[in-house]
């Protein structure tokens, strides 16, 4: 999350991209997963001889073969994974003009495409006449594009070859744009019907299953966000949301919205559905659950997170935010876990970026006292991902004049001092990423509000100089982040016109005293060992 100041087959709309590879390590797996792959088998071996022994596939693409009907999306989704990581493979060997790994490649891709059509239609019902001619398209390009890799295997002929490849090329690109239109008609159909059965079923079972099938659908990707949110997915799920008798259904069906709140279309129809006011509503209503009030609050984080370029339209959530905000804030202070607090947090920090007023209002709710004293409970802000969200708060609210005295009396110059040496313990990538953050705010909040002088005499009493000053000159405090350098040298700077006797010399020449453009050249070309 930023503060204020921060700033395959591509040529397939497929919507794929989380899929796993399952890898074929033995032959027990082999058999295991015979039920499903026999077919492809046999066909590569009769009309793909002589087998290549080539070494450049160790592994085999297959899919599990451990399903049931309600993995039947999951399923076409690995099956269409499998022939879009062919399709670009193809690719790569037709450039080599390796044909028989060429052609016995393609005989497995036309294998995968009948057995997907096959395995689909087994399962699907009311399937539309446009699937059924595009279907008709993608087997007829297959059986082509086949026909001439196989031509390519029994010539010798440099001329003839050449011209096949234009031929074979054309075909691949024409496979890849039916098979990715099919794709985008299977998973649009399976959405209508998970979407037609939440809107006409009174089975508390079946509605659950179909809210636990799309959900499984956003989590592949914005493309089937965007297809959730066309077919009409929001207003579908804020229906569930707005019928008491599915309330213990709310937290799974909030946590969909959030997903598919991830685009823009799914923004605008939340918006076209007054989809603000029902959250609110669920916010401020106190007999709902924690986990609802949570649910309810990470789709607020989502809509209002500062990384999205389409809030604008959100006009209705400023007429809302006053008790929007006044809910979080609750739901913070009384959060019984880290994962809620997390969630409620996040939701504010993001509404202090959408609009300033949002501050003020925080200020007023006493929120920095309810954000500081929660720091201090180790088992709700348990993570750097949680200081993060409150230093962003504070960094944001550190603009108002007001927020001094607040921060004097909550001890909060000695969390920002604390935050200053926030370091990761596992080594994980994200979590490195959100303790520069952690050091970035923090050192950002200090130099704001150290135009107080209250603020900065604190600060300097809690030795927060030298620390900026070791920030500064060494690179692995600050993991060679650069800005938590920038705001590192920006802090110091301020620190020092309040308490110019709190440096060295050294120190004032080459961090207060150059251009801070200078300076930041000047750390950033340090070795460690000048420390």
């Not at 096959?118 to 019902?125: H, L, V």
């Not at 106190?286 to 999205?308: R, W």
Request: aromatic content about 6%; hydrophobic content about 40%; overall charge negative.
């Amino acid at each position: 999350m930023a503060f204020k100041g921060e700033d395959h087959l591509d040529s397939l709309p497929l919507p794929v991209q989380r899929m796993h590879l399952i890898q074929v390590d033995s032959v027990q797996r082999w058999m295991e997963d015979l039920k499903l792959m026999t077919d492809c088998e046999c066909m590569c071996i009769l009309q793909s001889k002589p087998i290549s022994i080539e070494k450049d596939e160790q592994n085999e693409l297959m899919l599990s073969s451990q399903y049931s009907t309600c993995d039947n999306l999951q399923l076409l989704l690995k099956r269409a994974w499998i022939i879009s990581t062919e399709l670009t493979r193809i690719s790569q060997k037709l450039e080599k003009s390796r044909w028989q790994r060429v052609h016995s490649m393609t005989v497995r891709v036309n294998c995968h495409v009948r057995s997907m059509i096959n395995e689909y239609n087994t399962f699907t019902r009311n399937s539309s006449e446009e699937m059924h001619q595009f279907e008709k398209l993608l087997l007829d390009k297959c059986s082509e594009f086949t026909a001439f890799t196989e031509r390519c295997i029994q010539t010798e002929d440099e001329q003839l070859l050449k011209s096949i490849k234009s031929c074979i090329n054309e075909t691949l690109t024409a496979v890849a744009q039916y098979f990715g239109q099919l794709i985008e008609l299977f998973l649009t159909h399976e959405t209508q019907n998970l979407l037609r059965q939440i809107e006409l079923s009174d089975s508390m079972y079946i509605t659950a299953s179909a809210i636990s099938s799309l959900f499984s659908l956003t989590q592949e990707g914005a493309h089937l966000c965007r297809i959730i949110a066309k077919e009409g997915g929001v207003a579908a799920l804020f229906k569930i949301c707005r019928q008491d008798c599915f309330r213990c259904l709310y937290p799974q069906t909030l946590r969909t919205l959030a997903s598919v709140c991830c685009v823009e279309e799914g923004m605008h129809q939340l918006e076209m559905v007054d989809g603000i006011l029902c959250l609110a509503d669920i916010l401020t209503d106190n007999s709902h659950s924690e986990a609802t009030h949570a649910e309810a609050a990470a789709v607020i984080a989502q809509i209002t997170s500062p990384h999205l370029m389409f809030t604008q339209h959100l006009s209705s959530f400023l007429e809302n935010m006053e008790e929007i905000v006044t809910a979080l804030v609750k739901l913070c202070q009384e959060a019984s876990s880290g994962e809620v607090f997390l969630l409620a947090s996040a939701a504010l920090a993001n509404i202090t970026f959408f609009d300033t007023m949002a501050c003020e209002i925080l200020l007023q709710l006493n929120a920095m006292k309810i954000l500081l004293a929660a720091c201090s409970d180790k088992h709700i802000v348990d993570t750097p991902y949680s200081r993060d969200q409150v230093v962003t708060i504070l960094a944001n609210m550190s603009v108002l004049d007001q927020c001094a005295s607040e921060i004097i009396q909550g001890n909060g110059v000695q969390l920002l001092m604390e935050m200053l040496f926030e370091r990761s313990s596992s080594g994980n990538s994200a979590e490195v990423a959100a303790c520069e953050r952690v050091q970035q705010k923090s050192a950002v909040t200090l130099a704001r509000l150290s135009r107080d002088p209250e603020v900065a005499d604190a600060a300097v009493k809690l030795s927060c100089i030298p620390r900026l000053i070791k920030l500064c000159r060494s690179p692995t405090e600050r993991n060679n982040s650069d800005s938590v350098l920038v705001a590192c040298l920006a802090a110091l700077r301020r620190l020092a016109v309040m308490s110019p006797d709190g440096l060295e010399d050294s120190d004032f020449q080459q961090l207060v005293k150059p251009r801070l453009v200078d300076s930041f050249l000047l750390c950033t070309n340090m070795e460690e060992s000048f420390v």
